[in-house]
């Protein structure tokens, strides 16, 4: 079972030329409405690549909270933890796409801000040894926190991506509960106080994180763990919206770990899904099932790990012979 802890949102998605200047209005070339939140499209993705997922959030008593959890249920997402806050309108996430598919994201987090004790203790009731749990940061970082500590005393696998960033309190050991931390390149800047990558991997690691994978777009992945850094290469594809790739990546990688599947082979797979996720618009409709992923890795094959291209480097980040 995956379990994903987090947010559920409506999202507002504006498509322009471009990002406007302060004081000025700019004509959109068009717009989308659709559910997401980070907890919600994890949940999505993992249940597309096959695993029985289990959304545990909160949402409003409105029309937007009624249609998050409608689209959950269509994806086969399990929603009857999912609690309806009859106090606090629904998530909400205005998104802004320029062409190439960069974006930028204002949430505002409506019934994801009272996310508390009662999903914690539905998340204690549910979780088991073999579960793989997803944590975000759209909900309050004390709720997150005590998550990560019921599930990791659990023994279940828990994979936490720390966005936004500026939520989580910094203190020693503070991912100490998390097997496997997944930051953007921005996050894990912003966490560690470098900007080095591979120093700033490392930095999150001695935080307590158990293995360490910074997300860099077209740049593929960074994987720390043991003291070593390995590079992970990007699949090449044409970006129209990127909203979603970090969503789809956490899915996959949860959803192939809990089948089993080795650290590299879920890897590799997380890697597929946000690069196939990445050439659509939106954000839950754009994040492809099981069998595409398998047929994107076959027309992909050959190179020198399970499909990717990898470096493994030492302390020094050099190139190892």
Request: include cysteine.
């Amino acid at each position: 079972m995956v379990i994903s802890f987090g947010s559920i949102n409506m999202d507002l998605v504006v498509l322009c030329d471009r990002l406007p200047v302060e004081g000025e209005t700019l004509v959109a070339t068009g717009w989308l409405v659709n559910p997401g939140g980070k907890g919600a499209n994890q949940a999505v993705q993992s249940a597309r690549m096959g695993a029985e997922t289990v959304m545990v959030g909160r949402v409003g008593e409105d029309s937007f909270g009624q249609q998050a959890i409608a689209g959950l249920g269509r994806y086969g997402v399990e929603v009857r933890s999912v609690a309806v806050d009859p106090a606090a309108p629904t998530g909400v996430a205005c998104i802004l796409v320029e062409p190439g598919g960069e974006n930028r994201i204002v949430v505002v987090p409506g019934a994801n801000g009272d996310v508390g004790l009662s999903e914690v203790e539905t998340l204690q009731r549910l979780v088991t040894t073999d579960a793989v749990v997803m944590l975000q940061c759209e909900v309050p970082f004390s709720a997150v926190r005590e998550a990560a500590r019921i599930a990791h005393a659990k023994g279940a696998t828990v994979l936490l991506d720390p966005s936004p960033w500026q939520r989580v309190v910094l203190e020693p050991h503070v991912f100490e509960d998390i097997d496997y931390l997944t930051p953007n390149e921005h996050e894990a800047q912003g966490l560690s106080g470098t900007s080095d990558l591979q120093d700033a991997a490392r930095r999150l690691g001695d935080m307590g994180a158990r293995t360490v994978i910074i997300k860099r777009g077209v740049e593929g992945v960074l994987l720390f763990r043991g003291g070593v850094c390995k590079e992970v290469a990007a699949f090449a594809v044409t970006a129209i919206d990127t909203t979603a790739a970090g969503d789809s990546f956490q899915g996959a990688l949860a959803a192939s770990l809990n089948r089993g599947l080795s650290e590299d082979e879920a890897v590799m797979r997380a890697v597929a899904a946000g690069a196939l996720t990445v050439t659509r618009r939106g954000a839950q409709q754009s994040m492809p099932d099981e069998a595409e992923v398998t047929r994107f890795l076959r027309a992909r094959s050959g190179n020198v790990v399970l499909g990717l291209e990898t470096r493994i480097m030492d302390q020094k980040g050099e190139e190892e012979t």
